[in-house]
């Protein structure tokens, strides 16, 4: 291993080598290497004064509509402008290697499936999709009046970015997929999330009780760390091509 490869300690690359069904959750630190901002990050310039928890709320929507639009417009731009990183790509090639991978991401950006992931359980929804604030559905097109936020062709309502806010409900049929499938692996890999948000910090904990092995990739602690068999503590553009090195030639 070259000095810029991390020593990955041989118990973990023998537990991922011999995964069966291995869940990976991910969050906004996979991205960080891609350019996106964390949640953790300070906002930057326009957004400075605000804290993501006080925008991404249906209460600061129907309280500053034109905000929280426009804080999404923004970052709908910066997702144009990035590109899946490392940490993305060795996720698609880990996920050609498993017998049965989960890709589960807290993330908005698109960023796995831009990067080649094909099956993704997008827990808080994707800030490419906008939908009807009163009718909760889809909206693909509509008339920019130079209104914002715009307006729902069928009823008139504000259209509002498709993600989970805080206090909403996540889709039902993610949240249950991303059980089952933590509930059933026997290795859990938990990448760039401060693991302080739920139900999706509760995912690593819903397998590690069943045996699973948990595995952090972040460069700092979390609450999940004290509970990890394994961290890689470094960036996950760093430490996830190291592990796929470790795991050596794919088989077959
Ligand atoms: C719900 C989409 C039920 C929007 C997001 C008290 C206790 C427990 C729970 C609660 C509570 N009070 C309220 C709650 C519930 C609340 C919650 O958990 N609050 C927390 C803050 C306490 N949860 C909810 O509201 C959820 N819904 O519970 O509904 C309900 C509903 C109605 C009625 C009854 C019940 C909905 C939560 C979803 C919110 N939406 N995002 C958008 O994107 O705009 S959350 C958003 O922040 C992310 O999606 C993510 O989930 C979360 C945390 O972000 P992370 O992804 O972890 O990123 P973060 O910046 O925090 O950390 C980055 C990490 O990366 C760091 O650790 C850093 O060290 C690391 N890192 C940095 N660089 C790198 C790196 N790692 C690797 N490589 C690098 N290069």
């Not at 690593?204 to 609450?223: I, K, L, M, Q």
Request: with cysteine; net charge neutral; proline share 8%.
């Amino acid at each position: 291993m070259n000095s810029r490869t991390p020593e990955l300690a041989e118990e973990l690359v023998h537990a991922v080598r011999g995964a069966h069904h291995l869940v990976v959750l991910t969050g906004a630190g996979i991205s960080a290497e891609s350019g996106v901002p964390t949640f953790r990050d300070a906002q930057t310039g326009l957004w400075a004064k605000f804290r993501p928890e006080e925008l991404a709320t249906p209460e600061a929507f129907r309280r500053s509509p034109k905000v929280v639009w426009e804080w999404y417009a923004w970052r709908r731009q910066l997702m144009a402008r990035v590109e899946p990183n490392a940490g993305h790509r060795t996720l698609v090639e880990l996920e050609r290697r498993v017998p049965q991978f989960t890709l589960i991401t807290q993330n908005v950006d698109g960023l796995h499936q831009r990067a080649g992931s094909r099956n993704v359980i997008e827990l808080h929804g994707n800030i490419a999709r906008t939908k009807c604030f009163e009718e909760d559905t889809l909206v693909d097109r509509w008339e920019d009046t130079g209104e914002v936020p715009p307006r729902c062709p069928r009823c008139g309502g504000r259209l509002r970015p498709d993600v989970v806010w805080f206090n909403e409900m996540l889709p039902p049929e993610a949240i249950a997929r991303a059980l089952e499938a933590s509930r059933a692996c026997d290795v859990f890999l938990s990448i760039g999330t401060s693991a302080l948000v739920h139900p999706a910090a509760s995912l690593p904990f819903e397998a590690s009780e069943r045996g699973a092995t948990v595995v952090e990739v972040n460069p700092d602690d979390t609450p999940l760390t004290a509970h990890a068999r394994f961290r890689l503590r470094g960036p996950a553009g760093v430490m996830l091509p190291a592990l796929l090195a470790a795991l050596g030639p794919a088989s077959g």
